[in-house]
Nanobody, 123 residues
Framework: QAQLRESGGGLVQAGGSLRLSCQAY????????MVWYRQAPGKQRELVAT???????NYADSVKGRFTISGDNAEKTVYLQLNSLKPEDTAVYYC?????????????????WGQGTQVTVSS
């Protein structure tokens, strides 16, 4: 079993920055990919950025050049640096771990979601 915990959200002015963290806990042997999603009130959840076990990253067009995802499997932690924030970035940001290999109580490969961290950008 595993769980994810996001942190680092808050209230910032437009143009400001935040650094989000996602820590994975449990009997984790490896993680294939970590993904950041976000969901604004009344809107669908959307993909923001991804990073795989090789360190390759991808970004949504709406955040490319402003956000940076980083992390590694060994530390079981992924970060999302949010720069040049806009009011439209306001959302709950969720961490998603894909292909998580856990060994307790049994060997298992599963996906896990964090509970989210709120990012609010004022104009």
């Amino acid at each position: 079993q595993a769980q994810l915990r996001e942190s680092g959200g808050g209230l910032v002015q437009a143009g400001g920055s935040l650094r989000l963290s996602c820590q994975a806990y449990g009997s984790i042997a490896s993680i294939n990919e970590m993904v950041w999603y976000r969901q604004a009130p009344g809107k669908q959840r959307e993909l923001v950025a991804t990073i795989d076990s090789g360190g390759y990253t991808n970004y949504a067009d709406s955040v490319k050049g402003r956000f940076t995802i980083s992390g590694d499997n060994a530390e079981k932690t992924v970060y999302l640096q949010l720069n040049s924030l806009k009011p439209e970035d306001t959302a709950v940001y969720y961490c998603n771990a894909l292909g998580v290999v856990t060994t307790a109580p049994e060997y298992r490969i599963s996906d896990y979601w964090g509970q989210g961290t709120q990012v609010t950008v004022s104009s």
